[in-house]
Every structure is written in structure tokens, then in C-alpha cells.
T-cell receptor
């Protein structure tokens, strides 16, 4: 099976940097996704990592270490609108196909 | 290119009634996934379908719940004899394939309220 662990809640200050960690256990790892979900809305895709290293996309970056089963999402120059839940999702072998499993999400609150 | 469409956006049912939730995937996408989300909780996988086939229904309750994705038309998640515990947001996602780089894109969700 697949197991994903991420903090439940985090608080950070507007303009600062925040790092949201995700650890996972899975067989047949084949990629890790980060999604953003504002309250009452659908998850929206942020990033995808399959190789070790850092992927940068504007204010958001995502890092992956496959040997450690570890990823983080880095948000720079935080804005109030970044207050949302951030979902880590892992693709791995399950049930005979490459299944994507979502973590429970990290609720980020950005304060002035 | 229209995104994933879901309707209705809000659905109110009384206990014992049936709920039908519809999902039209993005154009060119033939893989559909249904998730359930309770308030303040994570996404729970329910079922994965390709056109006319159920690939994985391991997350779907055996009783009262069913899903289909016909050759023509949207995917349907059907909940019979709804109970208060079925109240949740139901999200549909679609992807073009099941390949290593294929991303799931989500619809806006259907919020089901059971009175």
C-alpha cells in the first residue's frame, strides 16, 4: 500500500518563506504531485516531481528525494491568497496499475 | 479547452432518496476518478474508471454506491438510499492516460447535503 504523511497545519507570515514537508512510503514509486486547494474549491495542480532535485515554478518550488521518500513544497514571498490546503500525492504500484494516493493535506494560514 | 465539468454543483436530498452526480472529463481524457471529501478532511479515493470499464473500485462502499462511465456521455456516481453520512463534497478528476507523467485535473465538485 501507500502511506503519506504531512503536517496538519502551518502558519506563516506574509512575505516570508514556508516549507511544507511530505514523507511517503510506496512500492513502485512513479512520481509525486503537489496540489493547492482553497476552502470550498477543487484541488488545482501545482507541481510534479519524478526525479531527485528541485523544480522551480515562480514563487513555488518542489523538491524530491526518492531514496529518503521525502518531498517538500517551498513557497516564497508569501501572499494572503496562499492561505489554502496543500496536498501531497504519490503515484505508485497498487491494484495492478499506477495509482495516485493523496495525503490528508497541510492547511496553511498566512497572517499579516 | 473546457476543464472537467461536474453537475450539479449543489445537491440536496432527503434520507432514502437517490443522488446522481455527473462528471464530464476534459476533452481527450478517457480516465476518470471519483473522490469524496468530508469537511476539514483529505480526499478519499472512491473509484477509477476508463470508458465502459471499472478499473479500481476499492474505495467505494459495497452497498448503495455505484459508478459508470459509458461509451457516450458523462461518468455517473450514483448513491442509492442516501444517509446523513453521505453528506460530503464529491470531486471528479480526469487524465488523458495512466502514464507516468499524466496529471489528474479536478472538476469543481458536487456538494451533497442529506437532510
Amino acid at each position: 500500500g501507500q502511506n503519506i504523511d504531512q503536517p496538519t497545519e502551518m502558519t506563516a507570515t506574509e512575505g516570508a518563506i514556508v516549507q511544507i514537508n511530505c514523507t511517503y512510503q510506496t512500492s513502485g514509486f512513479n512520481g509525486l504531485f503537489w496540489y493547492q486547494q482553497h476552502a470550498g474549491e477543487a484541488p488545482t495542480f501545482l507541481s510534479y516531481n519524478v526525479l531527485d532535485g528541485l523544480e522551480e515554478k515562480g514563487r513555488f518550488s518542489s523538491f524530491l528525494s526518492r531514496s529518503k521518500g521525502y518531498s517538500y513544497l517551498l513557497l516564497k514571498e508569501l501572499q494572503m491568497k496562499d492561505s489554502a490546503s496543500y496536498l501531497c500525492a504519490v503515484r505508485g504500484s497498487s491494484g495492478g496499475y499506477q495509482k495516485v494516493t493523496f495525503g490528508t493535506g497541510t492547511k496553511l494560514q498566512v497572517i499579516p | 479547452n473546457a476543464g472537467v465539468m461536474q453537475n450539479p454543483r449543489h445537491l440536496v436530498r432527503r434520507r432514502g432518496q437517490e443522488a446522481r452526480l455527473r462528471c464530464s472529463p476534459m476533452k481527450g481524457h478517457s480516465h476518470v476518478y471519483w473522490y469524496r471529501q468530508l469537511p476539514e478532511e483529505g480526499l478519499k479515493f472512491m473509484v477509477y474508471l476508463q470508458k465502459e470499464n471499472i478499473i479500481d473500485e476499492s474505495g467505494m462502499p459495497k452497498e448503495r454506491f455505484s459508478a459508470e462511465f459509458p461509451k457516450e456521455g458523462p461518468s455517473i456516481l450514483r448513491i442509492q438510499q442516501v444517509v446523513r453520512g453521505d453528506s460530503a463534497a464529491y470531486f471528479c478528476a480526469s487524465s488523458p492516460r495512466q502514464g507516468p507523467t499524466d496529471t489528474q485535473y479536478f472538476g469543481p465538485g458536487t456538494r451533497l447535503t442529506v437532510l
